[in-house]
């Protein structure tokens, strides 16, 4: 099964925006852009030490009945992550 991309249509500027983690459904598939500059930095660095780094492949592997929290994989690891964090990774 082909998991589905995350929009890439280019902004005005010419670049692919960045969408939330958090906006991704099951099955679909997308890079890690970047993490959000205004988060805590020890938060920073512990969603970088986890494998969030740009131009990482990121697929949402499934959600929970209630939508959080979310097991996204990350290389060849399984990782759940709940709303607040994943709001704070930007994917492309």
Same mark, same amino acid.
């Given at each position: 099964m082909q998991a589905a991309p995350l929009s890439t249509a280019p902004d005005p500027a010419g670049t692919v925006p960045a969408? @939330? #983690?958090? $906006?991704? @459904?099951? %099955?679909?598939? &997308? $890079?890690? &852009? %970047?993490?959000?500059?205004?988060?805590?930095t &020890?938060? @920073? !660095? +512990? #969603? +970088?030490? *986890? %494998?969030? =780094? &740009? %131009?990482?492949?990121?697929?949402?592997? @499934?959600?929970?009945p209630l939508g959080s929290p979310v097991v996204y994989r990350i290389?060849? =690891?399984? #990782? !759940? *992550?709940r709303r607040p964090l994943a709001e704070l990774v930007l994917v492309r």
């Amino acid at each position: 099964m082909q998991a589905a991309p995350l929009s890439t249509a280019p902004d005005p500027a010419g670049t692919v925006p960045a969408d @939330r #983690l958090s $906006t991704m @459904r099951a %099955g679909q598939q &997308a $890079t890690v &852009a %970047g993490i959000c500059e205004d988060c805590d930095t &020890a938060v @920073r !660095c +512990r #969603l +970088r030490d *986890l %494998g969030f =780094t &740009a %131009g990482t492949p990121v697929t949402c592997v @499934r959600r929970a009945p209630l939508g959080s929290p979310v097991v996204y994989r990350i290389g060849e =690891t399984d #990782l !759940c *992550l709940r709303r607040p964090l994943a709001e704070l990774v930007l994917v492309r």
